[in-house]
């Protein structure tokens, strides 16, 4: 009996992983390059590696709102330029959508308006390769939610090694 616990527990635990795996490469694949602009900062954290603290522009200008329309924002209208750089709309109607714009969930965590993660690890020793960042590239699905797959320059081209798949 315990030996078919564990059998099942294991088997529970592998269908958990794949499932996630299996979300993942759907959103890589499905979802619509997004481009958010960023304002990088560059620390070293001994415990975690070499990383990128993000800060994105979006949350600057929406944190920069009265108090009346920050209470019931959840999902930001975004403008797709020619680059795919998201801009935000700021009289956007979610339920409808321009054919170039998008929805963007966005949340807030204390004080502070979070769009994506708010780090970016890289390999030891690429740090300078990274400086040059300026865009967050991210996958969009239809819902708003967002997969922070790399970083771009300021031309726009993807910055260290590309991963097509988890």
């Given at each position: 009996?315990?030996?078919?616990?564990?059998?099942?527990?294991?088997?529970?635990?592998?269908?958990?992983?794949?499932?996630?795996?299996?979300?993942?490469?759907?959103?890589?694949?499905?979802?619509?390059?997004?481009?958010?602009?960023?304002?990088?900062?560059?620390?070293?954290?001994?415990?975690?590696?070499?990383?990128?603290?993000?800060?994105?522009?979006?949350?600057?200008?929406?944190?920069?709102?009265?108090?009346?329309?920050?209470?019931?924002?959840?999902?930001?209208?975004?403008?797709?330029?020619?680059?795919?750089?998201?801009?935000?709309?700021?009289?956007?109607?979610?339920?409808?959508?321009?054919?170039?714009?998008?929805?963007?969930?966005?949340?807030?965590?204390?004080n502070q308006w979070?769009?994506?993660?708010?780090?970016?690890?890289?390999?030891?020793?690429?740090?300078?390769?990274?400086?040059?960042?300026?865009?967050?590239?991210?996958?969009?699905?239809?819902?708003?939610?967002?997969?922070?797959?790399?970083?771009?320059?300021?031309?726009?081209?993807?910055?260290?090694?590309?991963?097509?798949?988890?």
């Amino acid at each position: 009996m315990k030996r078919l616990a564990l059998l099942l527990t294991g088997l529970a635990i592998l269908v958990g992983i794949n499932a996630t795996v299996w979300r993942f490469e759907h959103a890589m694949a499905s979802g619509d390059v997004v481009l958010l602009p960023l304002a990088p900062v560059d620390p070293r954290s001994l415990m975690q590696g070499d990383y990128m603290r993000l800060n994105y522009a979006l949350a600057r200008e929406i944190a920069g709102l009265g108090q009346d329309k920050l209470a019931a924002l959840e999902t930001l209208v975004v403008r797709l330029d020619e680059h795919q750089v998201a801009h935000w709309v700021a009289d956007g109607k979610p339920d409808s959508l321009a054919a170039d714009e998008r929805l963007l969930q966005v949340h807030r965590q204390g004080n502070q308006w979070r769009i994506g993660p708010d780090a970016y690890f890289f390999e030891e020793g690429t740090g300078e390769l990274f400086e040059a960042a300026r865009y967050g590239e991210f996958r969009l699905q239809g819902d708003g939610s967002t997969l922070l797959v790399g970083l771009r320059d300021a031309a726009f081209k993807p910055i260290g090694p590309s991963r097509a798949r988890w």
